[in-house]
């Protein structure tokens, strides 16, 4: 199958500190690819590097065979990649019809009602806050208006940024259900950094442990979840 | 003890220009997080710019406010392209745009003292402590001052033209998100510095038709711009730095105090000089960061 992304000895970091020191690896397409790893490990800073938000201080990155290492980040977002931050995600003091209509800032506007349209269909919860200030909704109705955001944009690739950071386990729940269905329904091809490993190593078909800015394990999902060492050791999971 | 209607229409007058000037304070606060102590020059700018056009062109003194709202606009447009913006691509932190600002102020200034001595020695005329006369519109067998009604209807109009632009364009729901969140903005593609550049622009044009009334009331020289600065920054801050619905009700505020309060301690028994009349805005200031750091405007956005 056709990679999407193709990554070569990338190194990232933020003004004169290096944070990523040279990844190699590569996505799929229309794959749930999953980077787990603790605290300070570089997962966000990779992400960001992916989305051209951080330096890139070296190597290349190859999205659907076109170099992207030195374009900005609204021209990648025009290639059809598409970045869900951790945090500052939506504007607080607008509307979240506003929000919406600012990512799809440069469609007319019968493109812009058939793509909300589909949208809504997606994610029909936000019907019930269209009008309502991002600043009074709770912390999962932001990351569903973040990710009503990015899918106005019809990307055929989205990052995610630990999506259920904070969120209530049942919140977790509707946000993991509606990114697995962007791959099994949609055809999207999913990058997602997760806390939650246990959950996401489940609906993941590839992972990547990422410690201190070098891959420790690269392969199937379900192998790093009942891995001996890693699993534990990293990931706190089977003690 | 009664107030005479004049006094009370003067306060008007005088509300409304402050309302124009800490409105685009505040907008300029907003897109660029800066304390511009330039602010009061650009209303100065826009003054000379109609008062220029006003000796070339002999036309009736009003007609000529759209210039002092394209000069003051111009300049602040300009003071932004060439050291704001460069000085925000590189970093500089508030206090770095602050002292930026102030170096404006001495510069525009100096450049104003300059440009009046050009004028007065090519058109011989009054070139500082220069005064517009005033007309009498009569509406329906109501006689008006020009003044009343032009710097009324001019806060009217340029607030609805704002409100409109900033609700109900995309490109106003652009402006709003790029100051909220530039990153953001700029990641879907925004062009911020466009948005920021508007937004000066468009201060720089209120400023510059707060700037057309001065001469009407008071000489005006190229001095001007530093001495209204306290009650501009009293008005803004008053209602709340980061609100502009807050910084129109507090220049109407800071007006009105400062121009009653002026006139009630001149009265018997107190008979205070007029000279003291700086008191009251600072007074405000001083107030408002003690009691009520957030403005008035945290009064009404609290609860939302």
Do not use: C
Request: hydrophobic letters at 50%; a neutral charge.
């Amino acid at each position: 199958m056709a990679n999407v992304f193709e990554i070569d000895e990338l190194k990232v970091g933020y003004g004169k500190l290096e944070i990523i020191h040279g990844v190699t690896f590569s996505v799929e397409k229309n794959e749930l690819f999953v980077i787990v790893g603790p605290n300070g490990s570089g997962k966000s800073t990779l992400l960001k590097g992916l989305f051209g938000l951080a330096s890139i201080k070296g190597g290349k990155i190859l999205f659907n065979g076109e170099d992207i290492t030195k374009l900005p980040p609204h021209e990648r977002s025009k290639l059809g990649l598409a970045y869900h931050p951790q945090l500052n995600n939506t504007f607080e003091n607008l509307t979240v019809r506003e929000n919406i209509l600012l990512a799809g800032y440069f469609l007319d506007r019968d493109e812009l009602e058939r793509r909300l349209e589909n949208v809504l269909e997606f994610l029909p919860e936000i019907r019930g806050f269209m009008e309502r200030k991002v600043k009074t909704l709770s912390g999962g109705e932001r990351q569903m208006v973040a990710f009503a955001m990015n899918m106005i944009k019809e990307p055929n690739t989205v990052m995610f940024d630990e999506p259920t950071a904070a969120l209530s386990p049942k919140m977790a729940d509707l946000i993991f259900d509606r990114i697995r269905r962007l791959k099994t329904e949609y055809g999207l091809t999913v990058v997602l950094v997760e806390q939650n490993a246990k959950k996401a190593l489940e609906m993941g078909d590839r992972a990547m442990l990422l410690v201190t800015g070098s891959i420790k394990y690269l392969g199937p999902a379900q192998e790093l979840l009942t891995h001996e060492d890693l699993a534990s050791m990293y990931l706190g999971l089977r003690d | 003890m009664m107030l005479d209607t004049n006094i009370l229409l003067d306060a008007l007058v005088y509300s409304n220009m402050l309302a124009l000037l800490s409105l685009s304070l505040t907008l300029t606060i907003m897109t660029l997080k800066v304390a511009n102590f330039a602010h009061g020059d650009l209303a100065i700018i826009g003054v000379y710019g109609a008062y220029t056009f006003l000796i070339l062109a002999h036309v009736a003194t009003y007609l000529t406010l759209p210039i002092a709202f394209l000069f003051g606009g111009l300049y602040a447009l300009l003071n932004y392209v060439l050291v704001y913006s460069p000085m925000r691509r590189r970093g500089a932190n508030f206090v770095m745009l602050m002292i930026a600002s102030m170096a404006i102020d001495i510069a525009t200034r100096s450049m104003l003292q300059m440009y009046a001595d050009v004028l007065k020695l090519n058109f011989k005329v009054y070139s500082r402590a220069f005064i517009f006369n005033d007309v009498v519109f009569n509406i329906a067998g109501t006689r008006v001052r020009g003044l009343v009604l032009i710097s009324t209807l001019s806060v009217v109009s340029l607030l609805a033209i704002l409100y409109v632009l900033l609700m109900k364009t995309k490109f106003g729901v652009a402006m709003r998100a790029a100051i909220e969140n530039p990153a953001l903005a700029e990641v879907l593609g925004i062009n911020v510095e466009k948005v920021y550049a508007t937004s000066w622009f468009l201060a720089g044009g209120f400023a510059g038709v707060a700037g057309f009334f001065l001469p009407f009331r008071i000489p005006t020289s190229p001095d001007l711009g530093f001495i209204i600065l306290l009650p501009i920054f009293a008005a803004s801050i008053l209602g709340g730095i980061n609100s502009l619905s807050g910084a129109v009700i507090g220049g109407y505020i800071v007006g009105v105090s400062e121009i009653l309060g002026t006139y009630l301690l001149s009265q018997p028994p107190i008979n205070l000089s007029t000279a003291y009349r700086p008191a009251i805005p600072f007074a405000i200031l001083i107030l408002t960061l003690l009691l009520l750091p957030q403005g008035i405007a945290s009064l009404w956005s609290r609860g939302e």
